[in-house]
């Protein structure tokens, strides 16, 4: 079955950390890039973070509080959230970018897991 | 505050029609094209249109999507109790260099 499924998600104080895990099946995590897209309940989406074969990035606003990695023996990809915020409250979601003949194309992710919810309080 | 504007509400009664719109810039809307997500909170968000008009394989031909200038328009026809939900468009922004969503409509089938 094409899917991703994400853990790691809970409740955190202010200044923690917490390693989110995305599990990719149904399709190879090569030749794809796999993205972290938050959600705050109410309020817009947001995009975090992907990373590929040869390549990673990050959006502006967690620049230097997020690192993402991957196993791909284990078909996963990890986002390391640290130095967390009440603002960083929201559901994290993994998304596959849609790729076609060699191509892909930025704004359009063609597979979503349910997400994983991080609350970060006191 | 979200660079694409969509209404934040819309509603509409089981049988009839909406259509969502999602204003933008010529940096993004302007010049890239669109894609559309439905949300249902607790499951996975469902990929409904991509540049601009068109449908993902095993999306109902209920959805229906235009494009004129900034703006882009999500139709939905025949509405079912199981199209209620949230839905946000997304753009790549020349400028921001990244992507871009709007801040979401909530849809209710009353």
């Known amino acids: 079955q094409v899917q991703l499924v994400e853990s790691g998600g809970g409740l955190v104080k202010p200044g923690g950390s917490l390693k989110l895990s995305c599990v990719v099946s149904?399709?190879?995590?090569?030749?794809?890039?796999i993205n972290w897209i938050r959600h705050v309940p109410g309020k817009g989406l947001e995009w975090l973070s992907y990373?590929?074969?040869?390549?990673?990035m990050f959006a502006d606003s967690v620049k230097g509080r997020v690192t993402i990695s991957r196993d791909t023996a284990k078909k996963s990809v990890y986002l390391q959230l640290n130095s967390l915020r009440a603002e960083d409250t929201a559901v994290y979601h993994c998304?596959?970018?849609?790729?076609?003949?060699?191509?892909?194309?930025?704004?359009?992710?063609?597979?979503w897991g349910q997400g994983t919810l991080v609350t970060v309080s006191s | 505050q979200s660079v694409l504007t969509q209404p934040p509400s819309m509603s509409a009664a089981p049988g009839q029609s909406v259509t969502i719109s999602c204003s933008g810039s010529g940096s993004n809307i302007g010049s890239n094209t669109v894609s559309w997500y439905q949300l249902v909170p607790g499951t996975a968000p469902k990929f409904v249109m991509y540049n601009n008009d068109q449908r993902p394989p095993g999306v109902t031909d209920r959805f229906s999507a235009s494009k004129s200038g900034t703006s882009v328009f999500l139709a939905i026809s025949g509405l079912q109790a199981d199209d209620e939900a949230d839905y946000f468009c997304t753009s790549w922004d020349d400028i921001l260099n990244g992507v871009v969503f709007g801040g979401g409509t909530k849809l209710t089938v009353l």
């Open positions: 998304a596959r970018l849609r790729c076609s003949d060699g191509s892909c194309f930025w704004g359009q992710f063609d597979l």
């Open positions: 990373i590929s074969d040869n390549d990673k």
């Open positions: 149904g399709f190879p995590l090569n030749d794809n890039y």
